[in-house]
């Protein structure tokens, strides 16, 4: 937990830490300084120390025998702003902690000689505002922040078991994830479901009920991160991940609206669609950010009592999402970072908390596995709350929406940062996101994040050569196709056998109308065949683009009708109502869903009303 200091003031000056530190860490610091006090008394043994932190020259020739971690933990005391040290913080940026030494036993204790310079009270350590500011002068500043990226990913991950589990690593392979195409094409088909009112959502949680999750993953695009099994007594749940998303991203935009527990496109979602797919992406994106009916946290299923009697136990959801979106900005574009670096970014540059009060979390039993308790100097909370917050927002949403590629394991022992909490003997995992191992921001990423002013499309590369025919069949010729190659020819292509492919008019339009372009088509198709494309084959490309266009949807609309062909003549050629409504039928018109409104009004003063459906 973090506090706020108290007492400030008094505690900003050597003498008053001194006073504060105990008797036996002041009597230990003594020793170490070859120092004899007049007595056994605490007071004689500050008078001792006392003058060596008040005097510049002296202080600074401690400080440099101090070993190069413990002058860097001084440095970034004396450079902090309120002159405070924060351990996770620390072995964050170095991959270290510094040695404050160690206690023999319960009353001896060997410390190390920073513990002249910082301090620990009930808020947690500081170096003195005097000592800080009478040896900043030659203390070097800390160094800024970096971040390490990763040229090139292993092929498989060790997974070790704890001591007691008796059990040999592991090697499981990694799984890669490139998520941008997947998104873009994934959104038209869970679109599809919900103009289809084939997603249910609960009135309470907003959660998709189960059958809605077994719609989308059907429809997903190489499906859930994870396969979804059904349930088994004793066997561990994964559970949806990106199925699940998709359903809360899209409550919390503006293109859906929920109608009896369904969702349901919405009027102004219909005006969104016009847009090209990597705006809408990036609108979804941003309306995610703003929503608060959801609480990644809540997806960490292990970790009770987030809340209790409609309360929560959780800090405000908007500061958390922002210190993710945040970091973002420090991190390369098109490079892999490992999620422990990822980490590192958060906590060294926008660090946040998750609980209000440890101790009302807990995992399995409220008393004995609540997590207000403390552990020991190894064990680090902050990969309990904040890290597992973090990787629900990176696996779950922002890989969903195709913003960051994925490199991951399954979560089964993924994580070995929780082993010492009580009650976590028996699970396999901590959260479902546990395995997420390294992240790449690709291009829809950089668009979304402000990194990149214009979205460009992924560039395929070319892993194999065609012989393109007249009959608009496609041969693959040489190597395979590789996953990104034959994910874009899908989207125009029929597969007819392994090396085998043939232009389907249906299959282009329906991409067309997705958002994809002819030309990145026809590029695709000429850079992979040495010859020119048949006449056959552009005429179909310049014919099809013609027809995709062909039709324009103008949104929903109404029909009325009329008690007698009469009153739908008189409405349809009416200079106050023609220009809001069609004839259709006998003794109906068509209206505009958008115009309705306007309608219900202009037909009333021309002496007619339309009961409400």
Known sequence: MYWIRKNKAARAQVEAALEDASYDLIKALAKKLGLKPKSRKKTDAIAEISPILSDTKRAVKVFLTLDNLQQKAVAEAVFHQNNEFDDGRFSAKYGAKPSFGNKKEYYDIEPTLLCLFIYSDEAG??????????????????????????????????????????????????????????????????????????????????????????EITAVLRGGDFYEIKE??????????????????ILQASKLTNVSAKKLA??????????????????????????????????????????????????????????????????????????????????????DFTVARDEWNLYIAESGYGSLGYEYGASFDKWYVFQARYILAVLFEYAATLGLIDVAYIPPFNARQDYGELWGTDDLDFLSRYDGLKFIRINNLGAYCFDL?????????????????????????????????????LENFAEKEDANLWRLSREKTINALENGQQISALREFLQKREEQFLPETVEGFLRDTEKRAAALTDQGMAKIVECETAKIADEIAANPHTKKLCQRIGKKSLAIFAADEKKFRETVRKIGYGMKYA
């Open 265 to 350: 496109l919405s009027n102004e979602g219909r005006k969104i669609l016009t847009k090209p797919a990597h705006e809408i992406i990036k609108n979804l994106w941003q309306s995610w950010q703003k929503t608060t009916f959801l609480d990644e946290f809540n997806r960490v299923d292990e970790i009770k009592g987030q809340k209790r009697k409609g309360k929560t136990n959780l800090t405000g959801i908007k500061p958390r999402r922002e210190s993710v979106v945040d970091s973002f900005q420090l991190c390369p574009v098109g490079e892999w970072i490992s999620i422990e670096e990822f980490f590192r970014c958060v906590r060294l540059n926008f």
């Open 452 to 488: 990149a002013e214009n979205y460009e499309l992924p560039e395929i590369a070319v892993k194999s050569s065609f012989t393109i025919l007249p009959n608009l069949k496609i041969k693959v010729v040489g190597a395979s196709l590789d996953g990104g190659e034959e994910l874009f």
């Open 125 to 214: 350590k500081f170096i003195p505002q005097d000592l800080a500011t009478r040896i900043k002068p030659y203390v070097p500043k800390p160094q800024g922040f970096y971040l390490k990226t990763v040229e090139n990913l292993p092929e498989n991950l060790t997974i070790k078991y704890p001591d007691w589990q008796k059990k040999t690593a592991k090697i499981v392979p990694l799984i890669v994830r490139e998520t941008e195409n997947e998104a873009m094409q994934d959104f038209w088909s869970v679109l599809r479901l919900v103009e289809d009112k084939k997603i249910s959502v609960s009135d309470k949680t907003f959660y998709p009920s189960a059958k809605a999750i077994e």
């Open 231 to 248: 349930e088994k007594e004793f066997y561990p749940q994964i559970g949806a991940i990106r199925s699940f998303a998709w359903v809360m």
